[in-house]
């Protein structure tokens, strides 16, 4: 596949660049974690609840401040964000976030917007000639863009952990914490696989 090797992760790792043996390992650790943390049962349900009643809260302080104008995908994109941030990295996009989580999302909705059907045709040799080489740049530039927001939460949690803000306790409370607990769990036992 030619996006390997570029802006993804090295080597073909994580869950949407791996293929063969890294990719079942990433499936089956990224089912496991969600259904530890509830997918399919009640304490999911509990975390898209808390999520829809801080957004409903929202809606009820425009509506008693005067402000009759709500634009639900607006609101939806954001509860949305918010709970796959929440299951990621156990945080949410703050008030003063917003903004951040918007930037990312426009970046990679005009993938989808801008997608031509000449874009299949970009393959490792076509990748050299510069019309292609110039496409394939546009189309992985909001995917590096995710990707770096990403590595930084990571690295603040790994920081937070350093320092002791942030403890795992058990199976980690999000999916970043099972992730290095996997991580470190592998590098004790000297495994190789797809978590690095």
């Known amino acids: 596949m030619w996006l390997q090797g570029r ?8 869950l949407l660049a791996s293929r063969d043996q890294f990719w079942q390992e990433q499936q089956r650790f990224a089912l496991h974690t969600l259904r530890n943390f509830g997918m399919g049962r009640n304490a999911m349900e509990e975390r898209i609840m808390f999520e829809f009643e801080i957004t409903c809260e929202e809606i009820d302080k425009r509506m008693v401040n005067g402000q009759l104008s709500v634009q639900p995908n607006h609101m939806f994109d954001l509860l949305i964000g918010n709970i796959i941030n929440r299951i ?15 930037y990312l999302k426009n970046k990679l909705d005009n993938i989808f ?3 031509e059907p000449y874009d299949v045709l970009i393959n490792s040799w076509t990748i050299n000639i510069p019309l292609f080489r110039r496409r394939a740049e546009a189309l992985l530039k909001p995917q590096d863009d995710l990707l770096e927001f990403l590595q930084g939460q990571v690295q603040k ?4 952990i350093a320092n002791g803000a942030h403890i795992i306790e058990g199976d980690g ?3 970043v ?3 290095l607990i996997q991580m470190e769990k592998d ?9 690095k």
């Open 157 to 160: 949690r790994r920081a937070a």
């Open 7 to 14: 802006s993804l992760p090295p080597g073909g790792r994580g």
């Open 88 to 102: 990621l990295f156990t945080d949410r996009f703050k008030k003063e976030e917003e903004e951040k989580f918007f």
């Open 173 to 175: 409370g999000d999916f």
């Open 113 to 115: 917007d801008t997608f």
């Open 187 to 195: 590098e004790k036992d000297g495994t190789t696989n797809s978590f």
């Open 177 to 179: 914490d099972a992730f």
